[in-house]
């Protein structure tokens, strides 16, 4: 039997119509993976299967006392809780089971009631087989694969980063351990020996899982089933990934063609019917327009456009734009425990690999200038011109249009030049006037995107910008930053988007960590 059966699903999105009729299953051994172009409805789909959206139509039904985790990157977490106290919520039901057998031992030392005593040992065989007394190693050892024991125990949870808090959540969904998980883009914010450690965790989770990824060489560890979002339905394949995406590649040219023989023949009939209409042939136009009106027609494709990225220029004679000697980054204390030495040159690309959370973030805007150094020098030449692209989705005007967004920054550039670099990343002129907020996260990125295209430079710093990004839209990056003549200080954890035939140093800081 079935854990999840969505039938029926229709759902339309300001003039977007995400779903048609679709339908979705989950069974018990599924470890499912969702793909789809930026906007298609991924993150609508969990939304609806959660229960936080309410569908045009369809129906969602769970099977009953199926118990489902999803990861909200959104949850609110509450000053004063530390991160140990936070993880340790996950078991909060298990505590609270605790404490009942508690009562009743103490009662039944004051009376002696047996019955009472069959109640707390019947509460102590369940916590012991939910494993209740090694939640302590439990806990640890999520952290520790996470990342998060670094952090400190007691740090307040307030006062983590925007990615150390989206590992945070997962860390707690994962404790909490449901019959079921659902994760809306998991690897964003994990490097690749936390991505690693998750891997292994699903592939030892034996319970079934919907992931929502644009991260193919993850999807590829740990799934068996891919639904594919495009067309307004959702397309189930049984297999590994790579057969499933030449499955997709060959559905997705028979619908097209198919789509494009029932568009001619529309047009012709509707050609006709104005034409007709008010002729002599009036009566044949009107036989012609009732049958047109019980045309079951096709889902209109999706953003079809493919992004076309060139990041501007400045000329430089510097061979060297910027050099690190001894570097030491951090808040009042250094995170690493050695210093940092290197050099960007023109023309050359630099991977920093296995580097997460405010370190990363740190490195990159104490190289801007934005944050002073704890030791050592950063030299930049003189004619050093930075164009930072930043991870975080943080807006100062969520309600404002992505064009709103730009003209803001850009004050003396023409309306239309802001347009075409939105059109460049493979926006929409729907989406460049809607508000920011109502977008999908690679909708979001691709706006940062159009900001670095109207910003020449001559050295990129970009800051995990494959994240939320579909395959076109990374390839489209890909080839613009080996096209780019300046320097490229590149930070991801995605090692499948680059390679050494156009990388010329991937320095791996784990190691330097405290």
Same mark, same amino acid.
């Given at each position: 039997?079935?854990?999840?059966? %969505? ?9 977007? +119509? ?88 103490? +009662? ?30 439990? %806990? ?16 307040? %949870? ?50 079934? /899982? ?102 501007? /220029? ?9 050099? =690190? ?18 050099? =960007? ?5 630099? %991977? ?36 930072? /692209? ?7 005007? $969520?309600?404002? /249009? ?8 850009? $004050? +003396? ?21 809607? $508000? ?28 995990? $910008? ?21 320097? =490229? ?26």
């Amino acid at each position: 039997m079935a854990l999840l059966s %969505v039938t029926g699903l229709s759902h339309q999105f300001m003039d977007k +119509q995400l779903y048609t009729d679709a339908q979705l299953v989950l069974n018990p051994h599924d470890r499912m993976g969702i793909i789809g172009q930026n906007g298609v409805g991924k993150s609508t789909l969990i939304h609806i299967i959660t229960g936080q959206l309410i569908p045009d139509e369809g129906r969602v039904e769970w099977q009953k006392r199926v118990r489902y985790g999803y990861l909200d990157q959104y949850a609110k977490l509450s000053a004063g809780v530390t991160i140990n106290g936070f993880l340790h919520s996950a078991f909060a039901d298990l505590y609270a089971a605790e404490k009942r057998m508690n009562d009743d031992y103490t +009662q039944y030392a004051e009376n002696a009631d047996d019955e009472l005593l069959a109640k707390a040992g019947s509460i102590q065989e369940e916590l012991e087989a939910a494993d209740f007394y090694n939640i302590d190693t439990r %806990v640890d050892q999520v952290a520790t694969g996470l990342g998060l024991a670094e952090l400190g125990a007691d740090r307040d %949870v307030t006062k983590l980063s925007g990615g150390q808090r989206s590992k945070l959540i997962l860390a707690k969904l994962l404790l909490s351990h449901p019959d079921v998980l659902l994760l809306d883009e998991p690897t964003n914010f994990l490097d690749k020996e936390h991505i690693d450690w998750l891997v292994s965790f699903l592939q030892d989770f034996n319970g079934a /899982y919907i992931v929502v990824s644009h991260d193919y060489d993850f999807l590829d560890q740990v799934t068996n089933v891919i639904c594919d979002v495009e067309f307004g339905k959702i397309t189930r394949y049984t297999g590994n990934l790579k057969q499933a995406l030449r499955l997709r590649d060959e559905a997705h040219e028979s619908y097209m063609r198919e789509f494009t023989k029932q568009q001619e023949k529309i047009n012709k009939a509707e050609a006709y019917i104005r034409k007709y209409k008010a002729g002599s042939r009036s009566k044949s136009a009107r036989s012609r327009e009732k049958q047109l009106a019980h045309v079951d027609r096709l889902t209109p494709p999706g953003n079809t456009k493919r992004p076309v990225l060139a990041f501007p /220029y400045v000329e430089t004679a510097n061979e060297i734009l910027v050099t =690190v000697s001894d570097l030491l980054i951090g808040y009042g204390e250094p995170l690493l425990k050695a210093p940092l030495n290197f050099s =960007v040159g023109r023309g050359e690309v630099v %991977v920093f690999a296995g580097f997460n959370g405010v370190g990363k973030t740190t490195l990159l805007r104490t190289i801007l200038g934005e944050l002073p150094a704890l030791g050592g020098e950063v030299d930049k030449a003189a004619t050093m011109v930075p164009g930072y /692209y930043d991870q975080e989705l943080n807006w100062p005007a $969520p309600l404002a /249009y992505p064009l709103q967004y730009l003209q803001g920054l850009f $004050p +003396q550039a023409q309306p239309r030049t802001l347009r075409q670099a939105l059109a460049r990343t493979g926006l929409t002129a729907q989406q460049a006037m809607s $508000p920011i907020h109502e977008l999908s996260g690679g909708e979001q990125s691709k706006i940062k995107l159009a900001r670095l295209l109207l910003t020449p430079s001559n050295l990129l710093l970009l800051d995990e $910008p494959t994240n939320h990004l579909d395959e076109a839209t990374k390839d489209a990056l890909r080839t613009a930053i080996q096209a780019f003549p300046g320097g =490229v200080i590149l930070v991801t954890h995605e090692e499948g988007f680059y390679d050494d035939s156009w990388v010329g140093k991937v320095l791996d800081i784990a190691s330097l960590r405290k």
